[in-house]
């Protein structure tokens, strides 16, 4: 089999979370990480619903030819993004956090509420990496204070892809030696 | 965008799980029947790990160029088909039987165990079609005797690829009209 | 430390899922059942809502004196049946079928459905033992084809107890033992 | 029915997740936390588990005649604390983390690590309020960032145990209004 192609999670507020910026940025900067995730031969991978930063991700990455997965909450795919490829119907509600985590191999959080911090905070408990993208200086500090090794921070898209890209390679280099 | 392409599920006895019949018989009927599913252009789901009909299943989609979608229920892919294109990583041990079930368009059962049992009657309690194939006759009284309308009995695969098609039809002629 | 009390799981339909029997012998007997697993002083666990048997089974814990768990699907507390004294909130969905399966020493199904199907096939996955109250014969014989020595028949509610306190006692001795 | 008791979670690392200061003091914390709120005549929810904060608040709980509820993540109770009552086996992983958040009418943080952190983020997704005690400043700017509203901060046990109270009297005056 050829080898499979890695999952890298983009997660962020849905509009009813986000209470210290407005969403238009988050948007935009989510739908230029998708389009650069596609562009890269990776999967997108996100909570699938059709708004904020799921929904602007998938499109980004839908524009440029990619694949996306939406890990949804609910019961059945009623407000699955029109963008998602391959839906993913949990029925466990806040619960799936804990699946976009586990399923990424690299996690990006594009903004920040109570629903992005639940999935930072599972990210590092099961020692996944995770990159901030326009976060709050406060959570910065916070995610690093729990674990500086696996919390990186980018300033643009440009910067999240690289942070990416070398821990895409070197999660493969720790396979190929294992 | 295009119209997604549906998710068939397919699910049926690891090793542990079979109790009343050779595995072989199924693991050749689930690789027949992964084929098919992907020569029709539909996504097969599975339970994902790297034994028996899980593992038949992607195989036989692999082998005529079809997607693999793998619900696992560790916390890691430690034991994923190599036949699986997207692993997603549930962490939920045996409630991830319920994400399979809700997933999946219609679900096609090859053989039956507990687990297999689960997937169906989750299945049916969230009113999704199921098809029975080469299932032992107390399963079809069984499952019938829950809801006739939704558990279908498939002789051979041709039969059950016959059930799929026309469930599927079934499905988008109510989604159109809705 | 005094022993934990032994965890006896009630399962069985609401209203919506009975197909094949009225529900009012099943919420006569799941009340009796109820009553005499408060007298033996085991805790009772349900699936927590106010309706048919896991309703009628935490009643009857109740005016024993019992204590009573019960395992909601939904993300808050409106449809908790008034006899639960202890709701555990799950978010889960049908998810959290298995969760009833894996906390109960023993299960006891009285009559039957797809939800109550799923959790009996979950316990049985677990290696669970599992009792048929007022089941359809279908039923009986399909778990004893998945599993005949976990699967036990009663004919009344005194046959249920008897079973689950021989069950109960087993469990204890080989605890013991190991 | 006589009105239910009030759950109170109590959530804190277990050894493995502490990286910011010693596990000594948040487990002389959890012990006396645990002792008041069973004191209070509150039920004590906690993850159950033999180690760290889970197993102190359940300690402390237990020597005041209390009752103790644990939400294990595992799909046994090989790991469960002596001192709990009620083992809510969920086979879950981290994903029980929701299923604390969501049972517990306030949730209070004893120290942080990734796992507290994500049951703090989930019960502000789900809307709780949380205290938190003695847990590092940069995890009391960064969840106050999220939402000041539900967020408290204690200096010591009696400080949380009177937000608690103030917070359950909130609760039950909104219910007795609805």
């Not at 909450?73 to 963008?83: F, H, I, R, W, Y």
């Not at 590092?124 to 919390?151: N, W």
């Amino acid at each position: 089999m050829p080898p499979r192609k890695p999952i890298v999670g983009v997660m962020g507020p849905g509009k009813t979370e986000v209470r210290t910026e407005p969403v238009d940025k988050h948007v935009d900067l989510a739908m230029e990480l998708g389009k650069q995730i596609a562009s890269h031969g990776w999967l997108l991978l996100t909570g699938g619903r059709n708004l904020g930063v799921m929904d602007a991700a998938c499109r980004g990455a839908k524009s440029a030819g990619g694949t996306t997965i939406g890990i949804l909450p609910g019961p059945d795919a009623l407000d699955v993004s029109d963008a998602v490829d391959i839906p993913i119907i949990t029925g466990l509600g806040s619960a799936r956090d804990n699946v976009n985590a586990l399923s990424s191999s690299v996690l990006v959080a594009v903004g920040m509420g109570p629903g992005t911090a639940a999935e930072v905070a599972l990210a590092l408990k099961a020692r996944k990496p995770v990159i901030l993208l326009a976060t709050q200086p406060e959570a910065e500090k916070f995610f690093q204070s729990l674990d500086a090794s696996l919390v990186h921070v980018a300033a643009d898209v440009e910067g999240a892809i690289t942070h990416v890209k070398a821990l895409l390679a070197a999660k493969e280099a720790a396979e190929a030696e294992a």
